[in-house]
C-alpha cells in the first residue's frame, strides 16, 4: 500500500490517461504504417515502434498496480507537530550552516526540482517522528550530516 498526496495521484492518473488514450493508439499507427513498408526482419521503423509499444504497455501496468495500491491522506488528519509524510520541514545543516526546505513525499511524488525527497530517503527516514529543535545525523554519500529541524509545516 502507498501513501499519497491528491495532488500526486491526480498526476499519475492523467499520466495513465493521456498514455492510454495518446501515447498507445499514436504507436499502434506507427507500427502499423511501418508495417506497410514491407519486409520486417530489417524494418528499424516497427523494431522502434515495437519496443516503445513494449515501453508504454509497461508503464502502464506499472502505474496501474501502484494507482491500485494507493492510498490518499486527508491532509486533515496530519498534524504539524512532528516530520511525516506530506510534511514540509525546514532545516539547518549544521555543518556549513546552510538552510534548506523539503516535502517529504511518496516515492511515486518525489521531485527534487519541486523540493521533494521520498519518505524512503536516508534524509526522511532519519527525520520522521522528529520534532522542532531536533538534531538528527545522516549519513549520506558526502558523508555524515548534522541537520537541524527548524519548522514543520503541512
Known sequence: MEYMSQEGFDKLVNELK?????????????ISEARDKGDLSENFEYHAAKREQGRLLSRISFLQKVLENARVIDTNLLGSECVGLLSKVEMTNLNNNSK??????????????????SI??????????KKVGDVVEVRVPAGMVKLRIESITL
Open 18 to 30: 493521456h498514455l492510454e488514450s495518446v501515447d498507445l493508439p499514436a504507436c499502434k499507427d506507427a
Open 100 to 117: 534548506m526546505t523539503y516535502t517529504i513525499a511518496s516515492p511515486h511524488e518525489a521531485n527534487l526540482r519541486e523540493g521533494k525527497i
Open 120 to 129: 524512503k530517503s536516508p534524509i526522511a527516514q532519519a527525520l520522521l517522528n
